[in-house]
């Protein structure tokens, strides 16, 4: 076993210093989204951060940008505070967020027209940088003329024409088909590795493991609830990489662990070519100290449970996939055949786990006695079982059906469960959480919900033959220890 090494020591041009992000809340305390976080970019480095749905990735990215500014702590450009001002980054957005009105041409120029340069200057620019990436002849076309691929390379372009130090990429990649987005991973690749580009280093977020480390020379993990580092480390695989080398899959699955399993802390794979892990400077334990005293209000984290965004379909596909391949599978390997990105498969099997019909455990995905069972079961069988772990472990599915129960006319305005996932998470996840807890809670019978009134109501209580079902299937488990 080769022992850890910590990075040598190298002037970050970025770095986030006790860092922390969160939003008020009505009774004065706010709902912590980002944990405290302490972050270094370092030149010459394609960085890739990873982490579930919703974690907070792309709220770290723009503060490292300068777009948002942290609730503490500092952020440092070249061993100075910004202070108010604009480091010099780039952005590719997911969604292109290009000028429709504008050509190409026009689209490139955008950016130095913004910061003052004279025109002819900024037109020689954003000729020769369209022509670096390939995109020569297309100067006077409109963004609605070009593919998915096309104006992603127009966002390149625009990034780059300005010549930014750190270029940022917000999973520039996965708004576009399997083909085309390969061949810009293997483009970004080419300009980076031979020195085409004037950027001294690369940050991208993606949902995609596979991309991180066929990318990347680092690799950061987060965690959620607040966003947290669960894992930073250096990837010392030469290029072109193999997506079939024993390295390449031991990575892949070791990240799958991190993401998968929140509450256990794993080692990273043991190998001479790779396994850098890094460390945060000294001194900023003293720092993230005095970022927690400045704190004017009581942080909250979300400790209420959050639902993974996934539908019933979803999970009941997964069930009866892992009862036909025998009850367990690895994750990569599951993701592979799928043709799956993380970003789509991890909240189906965060719902299966959550509903009790599943278990993780290093990197595989092991069925249940319940999964089994609600496997087997036919179309109205699923309902009632679903039902039952619903109930059973859904905290704002419980409270739901309480309420209901308790209520004389048996339903309630929607606002009334608004209010209390408010309380425990940011504004642009509660309406989320809602629509996965109003389309659990509508598949397993529990309410039906009027939109246009904005109420939920109660329906029926399950027949004499639902509750069959549900005594049959707790006679099928083994008994609880």
Partial sequence: MSEAV????IEPIIEVLGVEKSYPQPDGTRIQVVGLTNLAIEPGKIIALLGPSGCGKSTLLRMLTGLSQPSSGTLVWHGKPLDGQMPNVAIVFQSFALFPWLTVLENVEAPLEARGVPAVERHKRALRTLDTVGLDGFETAYPKELSGGMKQRVGFARALVVEPEVLFMDEPFSALDVLTAENLRSELLELWLSKKMTTSAIFIVTHNIEEAVMLADRVIVLGRNPARV????NIRLKHP??????RFVELVDYIYKVMTEPEVEHALPDANTTAEIILPKGGLSALTKDALKKQEAPVRTARYQM???A???GVAGLMELLHDRGGREDLFR???ELVMNVEDLLPILEACVLLGFAWLKEGDVQITPQGVVFADADIQQRKVLFRQAALEHVTILKQIDSILKRKSDHSIADEFFHDILDEHFAEDEVQRQFETATNWGRYAEIFDYDRE???LVQTEPPTPADATVVENHNSALPPKS
């Fill in 453 to 455: 009134k904005g109420r």
């Fill in 6 to 9: 910590i990075k040598a020591t």
């Fill in 311 to 313: 539908r019933v379909g």
């Fill in 230 to 233: 669960r894992s930073d480390f």
């Fill in 241 to 246: 990489r193999d997506r079939k080398s024993a």
């Fill in 307 to 309: 639902l993974p965004h």
């Fill in 334 to 336: 599951l993701a592979e």
